[in-house]
Nanobody, 116 residues
Framework: HVQLVESGGGSVQAGGSLKLTCTASGFSFADNVMGWYRQAPGNECELVSAKMYGERLWYADSVKGRFTISLDNAKNMVHLQMERLKPGDAAVYYC???????????RGQGTQVTVS
């Protein structure tokens, strides 16, 4: 049974930073692909960053240069460091244990990011 739990969301001013964390049980980030998705009210869910096989990392153009994925294999955690946040980054952020349709990938409950 895969369980993913996000934490670290909050409210920041534009230009600020947040670090999201995803912890997992029944799933190894080191051995699998994973993605960070986000969904804002009225918007479609979008993939913003991913860890592919072979440790290759991918970022959406909208966050490239501002967001960074990092893995803590010892603790089976994935972090998403978000810098220079913009109001357009405000959304619920989800950690997913696969890449694909946001509505069907195994994912956590999400963590809210608010940027004012």
């Amino acid at each position: 049974h895969v369980q993913l739990v996000e934490s670290g969301g909050g409210s920041v001013q534009a230009g600020g930073s947040l670090k999201l964390t995803c912890t997992a049980s029944g799933f190894s980030f080191a051995d699998n692909v994973m993605g960070w998705y986000r969904q804002a009210p009225g918007n479609e869910c979008e993939l913003v960053s991913a860890k592919m096989y072979g440790e290759r990392l991918w970022y959406a153009d909208s966050v490239k240069g501002r967001f960074t994925i990092s893995l803590d294999n010892a603790k089976n955690m994935v972090h998403l460091q978000m810098e220079r946040l913009k109001p357009g980054d405000a959304a619920v952020y989800y950690c997913a244990g696969a890449l694909g349709d946001c509505d069907t990938v195994p994912r956590g409950q999400g963590t809210q990011v608010t940027v004012s």
